[in-house]
């Protein structure tokens, strides 16, 4: 991963890190709200709602190397919050476009909508 790592990326793409798992090299964070993350959520993910992140950055970010993977709703808060890490040093960090709800439509069907 280099200083350049694209701001964005798509549902597809984290789909096939996240099928990678004795090779997955980032941790994928969910910014959204706790009752959005009771409807749904992505495996393996961290919950981190944008309301507290924050307060809570400072504790559940603490290697500026480390390559985060953050997402939402439709991807306007995750890309917030990726953009909130960057300024803190953190340039690993992307934002999933069009958040899970572009995970239903584009990776898995399955995942409820709402």
Not at 5 to 20: K, N
Not at 70 to 78: A, D, K, P
Not at 107 to 114: E, L, N
């Amino acid at each position: 991963m280099t200083p350049e790592t694209p701001l964005e990326i798509g549902p597809t793409d984290v789909s096939y890190l996240l099928e990678r798992p004795g090779q997955r090299t980032f941790r994928l964070i969910d910014c959204r709200e706790e009752s959005e993350w009771q409807i749904c959520h992505l495996p393996d993910a961290q919950l981190v709602p944008l309301s507290q992140f924050g307060e809570l950055a400072q504790q559940v970010f603490t290697n500026t190397q480390e390559h985060l993977i953050i997402y939402c709703h439709h991807g306007m808060r995750s890309l917030r919050a990726a953009q909130f890490l960057r300024q803190h040093g953190f340039v690993h960090t992307q934002s999933m476009r069009g958040g899970i709800d572009a995970w239903s439509d584009m990776v898995d069907p399955a995942t409820p909508r709402y």
